[in-house]
């Protein structure tokens, strides 16, 4: 697989207009008579991010020869689910910094956070009925309630030294893989697709969704706060064993491995600088870039069983641009 890829953002122009309108509708939809509700999703809907989730919408039905207005719809729909899960994830994990700005909790304080997140949630239900389809509001709810359980799974290991990789990837294919399947599946719902198209969206978000999050794990060693948006070592703060820290314990010498035990049970990040050495010296970030680059292959061939074409390309260069990710 090639490693000079074009970039998310050059490889999405495609679906730029629909972009434009899907951004549209959710300034449209962000309406409320109450106006700290307004205020704080303004805030982080405004805040930026790589909108990836209706972009992968957009892409599987348009692949799939689909062009409705529902389309810009239901991509509102998977933004205001992901940002729900954003607004709760920065009270549970005392955030304080998000895409390079202050996050909304910090800002506004957790109750309003809490109860804003709660408003998209619910908003987004609302609209999940435009489209008349009780199959689509499955895959969404089912993807919701399985978001929320991984979101408890991933408090359960906090701090928790012993959880493997298998653990690890529960955690993730259900916090964040689930959402970006939901939205490949949602599209291929919308073009009428095949139960084989649909199995292959299904797969390929799946594997994306993962790609992505083992990449953005690995940056929280391996990147910087400028590019990042957020400081380095929040991970290890809050007592996540991602991916780069099991691999670590799991390669490095007793004592280096018990070194990072110590830091993930205690969210030392007096020791971070150590853990990062620690995580380098041992090759654990060559090791979780290859399970990154095993899941975008994993999505690169389910992207390629769909019918050919240039929204098909997209999705397979944005599945081999992920490896370049550094943000």
């Known amino acids: ?18 972009m434009r309108e899907v951004d549209r509708v959710i300034a449209h939809r962000l309406a409320s008579n109450v106006p700290l509700v307004g205020t ?6 405004s805040a930026g991010g790589k909108r990836l989730r209706p972009a992968l919408l957009l892409l599987t039905s348009a692949a799939l020869g689909h ?20 607004l709760h994830d920065d009270v549970v994990d005392d955030s304080a910094l998000r895409r390079g700005n202050a996050t909304a909790n910090e800002t506004f304080g957790n109750p309003a956070s809490v109860l804003v997140g709660d408003f998209l949630y619910s908003r987004a239900f609302q609209m999940m009925v435009d489209a008349g389809s009780m199959r689509i509001m499955q895959v969404l709810a089912d993807a919701t309630n399985v978001i929320a359980e991984g979101e408890v799974l991933q408090l359960m290991n906090m701090h928790n030294a012993d959880l493997d990789e298998a653990g690890y990837l529960q955690v993730i294919r259900s916090k964040t893989a689930k959402l970006f399947e939901a939205s ?19 797969t390929y978000g799946q594997a994306l969704g993962t790609a992505f999050q083992v990449i953005d794990d690995i940056l929280d ?38 070194t990072v035990r110590a830091a993930i049970e205690h969210g030392d990040l007096d020791k971070l600088e150590a853990v990062i050495d620690i995580v380098k010296q041992t090759g654990a970030l060559d090791f ?17 069983s769909l019918p050919g074409g240039d929204y098909t390309d997209c999705l397979i260069e944005l599945a081999s641009s992920l490896l370049d990710r550094r943000h």
């Open 40 to 45: 704080v999703s303004q805030y982080i809907i």
């Open 288 to 304: 979780s870039r290859d399970a990154a680059r095993t899941e975008a292959e994993r999505a690169i061939t389910a992207a390629k």
């Open 1 to 18: 697989m090639q490693q000079t890829s074009p970039k998310p953002g050059a490889t999405l122009g495609i679906i730029a207009a629909d």
């Open 67 to 86: 062009q409705s207005e529902h389309r810009h719809t239901l991509a509102s729909v998977v933004e205001f689910i992901h940002t729900a899960t954003l």
């Open 184 to 202: 490949a599946r949602v599209g291929a719902i919308l073009a009428g697709a095949s139960v084989e198209h649909d199995g292959a969206c299904a």
């Open 221 to 258: 060693y391996d990147g910087d706060v400028l590019s990042l948006g957020k400081n380095l070592g929040d991970d290890l703060r809050e007592g996540k064993a991602t991916l780069p820290l099991i691999a670590a314990m799991q390669r490095g010498t007793s004592e280096q491995a018990a």
